[in-house]
């Protein structure tokens, strides 16, 4: 019974609902996946995404988009063959910091849903905001402003949730509906992240917060794990019975709803487990522990730290840790990842990778004292835009040949990661290793960058989808923790990732003081 047991994982993102179910050794034997804007054409989003003609810094998506897309995937699921009584627990992830609001009532109908009936058709009345603000939301930098003048300003705010306000965080967006919606406020039961939204669905009931996708709204006391009441009240009007009490990301939170059982075949006994930010799961789904550094290399680039102290920083994110409730996790995005290299790929190197990675490997480590750095869209950290090149005097200049140029940008980025992540503490030590992801992780010549400046081997991650594969985990994490199970024995069967670099000798001593460097010209460069 045990040995056949599978588990069910989600992920919500910005552009698809995606699924994997695992088997006990946590080998994907099932993915499916809802892409929004070609499956579900009727809502006419962009990738999900709905943008504001008239101001752009206004990004919502259609709830019941959502909701629809996860009845297209349990019947995608269905088709590919899916034996759902054999699930033993269901966990999921969804775009981080996005909300949703029920409307009241909402609790009742979805404690009785039909089994002989779509989700969207029993759902179509029960949201009080048909379109949810989500992450890509920049809307509110009036109501960022109300939040930190709430508790002191900036860094006081930082330090209780573990990020100063972002825009795209849910405080000020809760805020702002508020102030501008307050009739639809008022006849709001509940608002949940829309992982917690996800969660509700399997459950039959609105689902708490977890406290790592909870870490992302600006409304929780990382510490105590509780919301702030200054913070609430600088919000909105009854909050915290509108938001629940956030719980640890592995909690077993109920049982599977009679809808998924008598409509699927389910197990009565299937628990649901709480779901969470895209993020925390892709930690999961990495499998990271202290010493690695996990940097996703895509359109965006991410890096990731496990940390085990809240330190605070203004630039830059601490989460609640998913899978361990004593430790935390850094967060840092940077915009200006894949299309940046691109662009100095179709600049300095016919558009070729071949040629962009022999430009590369044939100048030196350390670029001849050349630094540049190249943000084509505003950075979120550094906050700059535009092209900056310095010589080995330390002056601005142009650089004369495209080999130059082609390290710089590598050389750049990769210097901002180590510089960013020593922000939160982190100091690279015979321990450090990197895990590299995302498309830009195949490319071995931009990898032994990384390794020279990080002074650390690096290694990759077959997995593409660590989201989703992640909330599979958690989904069996979640269900044996009470037994004493820990994350690492749980996902010792996953397979480890594979070396990819090793540092040179000389890495540290080119390097390091190269880091310094690269502080000081940005801390010159954003200075007031
Ligand atoms: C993180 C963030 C995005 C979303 C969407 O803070 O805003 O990564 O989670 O994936």
Same mark, same amino acid.
């Given at each position: 019974?045990?040995?056949?047991?599978?588990?069910?994982?989600?992920?919500?993102?910005?552009?698809? #609902?995606?699924?994997?179910?695992?088997?006990?050794?946590?080998?994907?034997?099932?993915?499916?996946?809802?892409?929004?804007?070609?499956?579900?054409?009727?809502?006419?989003?962009?990738?999900?995404?709905?943008?504001?003609?008239?101001?752009?810094?206004?990004?919502?998506?259609?709830?019941?988009?959502?909701?629809?897309?996860?009845?297209? #995937?349990?019947?995608? +699921?269905?088709?590919?063959?899916?034996?759902?009584?054999?699930?033993?627990?269901?966990?999921?992830?969804?775009?981080?910091?996005?909300?949703?609001?029920?409307?009241?009532?909402?609790?009742?109908?979805?404690?009785?849903?039909?089994?002989?009936?779509?989700?969207?058709?029993?759902?179509?009345?029960?949201?009080?905001?048909?379109?949810?603000?989500?992450?890509?939301?920049?809307?509110?930098?009036?109501?960022?402003?109300?939040?930190?003048?709430?508790?002191?300003?900036?860094?006081?705010?930082?330090?209780?949730?573990?990020?100063?306000?972002?825009?795209?965080?849910?405080?000020?967006?809760?805020?702002?509906?508020?102030?501008?919606?307050?009739?639809?406020?008022?006849?709001?039961?509940?608002?949940?992240?829309?992982?917690?939204?996800?969660?509700? +669905?399997?459950?039959?009931?609105?689902?708490?917060?977890?406290?790592?996708?909870?870490?992302?709204?600006? +409304?929780?006391?990382?510490?105590?794990?509780?919301?702030?009441?200054?913070?609430?009240?600088?919000?909105?009007?009854?909050?915290?019975?509108?938001?629940?009490?956030?719980?640890?990301?592995?909690?077993? !939170?109920?049982?599977?709803?009679?809808?998924?059982?008598?409509?699927?075949?389910?197990?009565?006994?299937?628990?649901?487990?709480?779901?969470?930010?895209?993020?925390?799961?892709?930690?999961?789904?990495?499998?990271?522990?202290?010493?690695?550094?996990?940097?996703?290399?895509?359109?965006?680039?991410?890096?990731?730290?496990?940390?085990?102290?809240?330190?605070?920083?203004?630039?830059?994110?601490?989460?609640?840790?998913?899978?361990?409730?004593?430790?935390?996790?850094?967060?840092?995005?940077?915009?200006?990842?894949?299309? @940046?290299?691109?662009?100095?790929?179709?600049?300095?190197?016919?558009?070729?990778?071949?040629?962009?990675?022999?430009?590369?490997?044939?100048?030196?480590?350390?670029?001849?004292?050349?630094?540049?750095?190249?943000?084509?869209?505003?950075?979120?950290?550094?906050?700059?835009?535009?092209?900056?090149?310095?010589?080995?005097?330390?002056?601005?200049?142009?650089?004369?040949?495209?080999? !130059?140029?082609?390290?710089?940008?590598?050389?750049?980025?990769? +210097?901002?990661?180590?510089?960013?992540?020593?922000?939160?503490?982190?100091?690279?030590?015979?321990?450090?290793?990197?895990?590299? @992801?995302?498309?830009?992780?195949?490319?071995?010549?931009?990898?032994?960058?990384?390794?020279?400046?990080?002074?650390?081997?690096?290694? !990759?991650?077959?997995?593409?989808?660590?989201?989703?594969?992640?909330?599979?985990?958690?989904?069996?994490?979640?269900?044996?923790?009470?037994?004493?199970?820990?994350?690492?024995?749980?996902?010792?069967?996953?397979?480890?990732?594979?070396?990819?670099?090793?540092?040179?000798?000389?890495?540290?001593?080119?390097?390091?003081?190269?880091?310094?460097?690269?502080?000081?010209?940005?801390?010159?460069?954003?200075?007031?």
């Amino acid at each position: 019974m045990m040995d056949d047991r599978t588990f069910l994982g989600l992920d919500l993102s910005t552009q698809q #609902l995606k699924a994997a179910v695992c088997n006990d050794r946590l080998e994907i034997v099932y993915e499916e996946a809802v892409t929004f804007e070609t499956d579900l054409p009727e809502f006419r989003t962009q990738g999900g995404a709905l943008i504001d003609k008239v101001d752009s810094r206004n990004v919502k998506a259609p709830v019941l988009m959502w909701v629809k897309a996860l009845d297209i #995937l349990m019947d995608r +699921l269905t088709v590919a063959g899916v034996d759902f009584s054999k699930i033993a627990s269901v966990s999921g992830t969804a775009q981080q910091h996005g909300s949703v609001y029920w409307q009241n009532g909402a609790n009742e109908t979805l404690r009785n849903l039909k089994p002989s009936e779509f989700l969207h058709s029993q759902l179509a009345h029960c949201f009080s905001l048909a379109n949810s603000p989500i992450w890509m939301d920049a809307s509110t930098t009036k109501q960022c402003k109300q939040l930190e003048d709430a508790v002191g300003g900036p860094t006081k705010l930082a330090e209780i949730t573990g990020s100063r306000a972002y825009e795209r965080f849910t405080g000020s967006q809760i805020a702002k509906i508020h102030q501008t919606k307050p009739d639809s406020y008022k006849v709001t039961e509940r608002i949940s992240l829309i992982s917690s939204f996800l969660c509700s +669905l399997f459950l039959g009931k609105v689902a708490p917060i977890d406290f790592s996708d909870g870490s992302g709204m600006n +409304l929780m006391d990382i510490h105590t794990k509780k919301w702030d009441e200054t913070l609430l009240n600088a919000c909105a009007p009854n909050l915290a019975e509108k938001l629940g009490e956030p719980v640890p990301s592995y909690s077993n !939170v109920g049982s599977i709803s009679n809808y998924y059982v008598e409509r699927y075949n389910f197990n009565p006994n299937c628990r649901v487990i709480a779901h969470t930010g895209d993020n925390p799961a892709s930690l999961i789904g990495m499998k990271l522990n202290e010493g690695w550094v996990a940097v996703s290399l895509g359109t965006s680039d991410t890096l990731f730290l496990w940390l085990t102290e809240p330190k605070v920083v203004v630039d830059g994110h601490v989460l609640c840790n998913p899978v361990d409730e004593n430790s935390y996790m850094a967060l840092l995005c940077f915009k200006n990842g894949s299309l @940046t290299r691109e662009r100095i790929r179709n600049t300095c190197a016919d558009g070729s990778w071949d040629i962009f990675n022999q430009l590369l490997e044939s100048t030196p480590r350390g670029n001849f004292g050349n630094l540049g750095l190249y943000y084509d869209i505003q950075e979120i950290i550094p906050f700059l835009q535009g092209d900056y090149r310095y010589n080995k005097a330390g002056n601005v200049c142009k650089f004369t040949s495209l080999e !130059v140029e082609v390290r710089a940008c590598i050389e750049g980025q990769c +210097l901002r990661n180590r510089a960013y992540a020593e922000d939160f503490g982190f100091q690279v030590d015979k321990n450090t290793k990197i895990l590299a @992801t995302g498309g830009a992780s195949q490319n071995k010549a931009i990898l032994q960058v990384m390794a020279d400046v990080f002074n650390a081997p690096v290694y !990759v991650q077959e997995a593409a989808n660590s989201a989703v594969f992640g909330s599979a985990y958690q989904a069996k994490h979640g269900l044996l923790y009470e037994n004493s199970k820990t994350y690492s024995e749980i996902t010792k069967t996953v397979p480890e990732p594979i070396l990819a670099c090793v540092p040179y000798k000389d890495a540290a001593e080119i390097y390091d003081p190269m880091v310094e460097r690269y502080k000081n010209v940005i801390r010159e460069l954003t200075k007031k």
